[in-house]
């Protein structure tokens, strides 16, 4: 048995310094009662400690591991280790806990044995007093009693991981429901503009395809936020392709987190205003640049520049739908203004923002510290 894999395992049992609880409390009057010994403990070993998660006649909380009795027991964990008189075994003759308060005579510990096989320590009985025998049937009882002891750990474990699954599996449908809302949204109003079916489709999986790649930042920052910095490089990434990455210039700094909600409308309008520009704009030019800025206050305001030349027959084809996202729905979203220019040199798309609209607040920061605490 690896000792770092024990302690990891005990770690993950989630008992190590939480405070104490009636159904452990009882099994040790039960093993004190039933040995008829004056103390009894829920032990358990950590990396430089033994630390009692109940105990019935004795006032400490914890005692250094190399004081421990269960520090030798859960060497042997499919063994009951019995010392029947302290005093005259030479590991424990000198002991502190021997010699001094409590006056340890006589011990039985039972490993506290994981479904893996590790022991986070003992259900233990200790008695001032030697003896002369600990019999079979009192060693069977006392394992049983460390069974019941995991049976509880074990339980709580499970509780946990379910509570937790249902937490988790309540938010991706939340998170699901307003994906599929916003798709709907989408398809709805591609379904109202009179391009063809190739081209629906295209722009449907175009929407999906950043949508999820969304998700995936807010993925690993636990679905609460992130950094508008690196939502807008993954958000473009794809429009990088034929060595395009040189045309697109992305503000690098004053960063900010953007706050999920934020993240669906901004990842709406990068997709829109890249597409467009593959299509109409800068990335379809050979001498073709986008610059993406943003200034940061109680107000956000989001320039989105394209330089390059540009015809007024691909002017004029960027009135359709890709603009009416551009100019009504992203501004209603996030309640600001928003400018759509074109002029024969180039784009020019300004929107402002409240930032409750797009912003992980300091509120939300403390209010996610919490809940991951």
């Known amino acids: 048995m690896s000792e770092n894999n024990r302690l990891e395992a005990l770690v993950s049992s989630n008992i190590l310094d939480t405070a104490s609880e009636e ?12 040995m008829k010994t004056e103390i009894a403990l829920i032990s358990l070993i950590d990396q430089d400690r033994q630390w009692f998660k109940a105990r019935q006649g004795l006032d400490v909380a914890e005692t250094p591991r190399d004081q421990a009795f269960c ?8 063994d009951v280790m019995v010392v029947l008189n302290a005093t005259h075994d030479d590991r424990f003759s000198s002991n502190p806990l021997v010699k001094g308060d409590p006056n340890i005579a006589f011990y039985a510990g039972a490993p506290l044995i ?23 049937s009192d060693q069977q009882m006392l394992k049983d009693l460390a069974a019941t002891v995991m ?52 722009r449907i999986r175009e929407k999906i395809s950043s949508l999820s790649k969304m998700q995936t930042l807010l993925a690993k920052r636990n679905y609460h936020s992130v950094p508008i910095t690196e939502l807008a490089s993954v958000i473009l990434s794809p429009f990088h392709a034929d060595n395009k990455a040189n045309k697109i210039e992305i503000q690098s700094h004053d960063d900010f987190d953007v706050s999920a909600r934020g993240a669906f409308i901004l990842t709406l309008m990068i997709n829109e205003l890249g597409t467009n520009a593959i299509k109409h704009g800068a990335l379809g030019q050979d001498n073709g640049r986008i610059k993406l800025s943003w200034t940061n206050g109680e107000e956000v305001v989001f320039n989105w520049e394209e330089t390059g030349y540009l015809t007024q027959s ?53 209010m996610h510290s919490l809940n991951i605490g």
């Open 314 to 366: 691909n002017s004029e084809k960027r009135d359709g739908f890709g603009s009416q996202i551009l100019k009504r729905i992203v501004p209603m979203d996030l309640k600001g203004v928003a400018t759509y220019d074109i002029k024969p040199e180039g784009l020019n798309y300004r929107v402002t923002a409240k930032a409750d609209r797009i912003k992980f607040s300091e509120s939300q920061k403390e």
């Open 151 to 202: 049976t509880e750990v074990e339980l709580s474990n499970q509780n946990q991981i379910n509570s937790d699954l249902s937490i988790i599996n309540e938010e991706l449908q939340h998170r699901m429901g307003n994906m599929y809302a916003h798709i709907s949204a989408i398809v709805s109003m591609l379904a109202r503009t009179d391009i063809d079916r190739n081209q629906f489709i295209k």
């Open 23 to 34: 159904r452990f409390d009882r099994i040790v009057r039960l093993a004190a009662g039933a």
């Open 71 to 78: 520090h030798y027991a859960i060497q042997q964990p499919e």
């Open 114 to 136: 994981t479904k893996d096989g590790f022991a986070l320590g003992t259900l233990c009985v200790i008695d001032s007093e030697p003896r002369t025998d600990f019999s079979k």
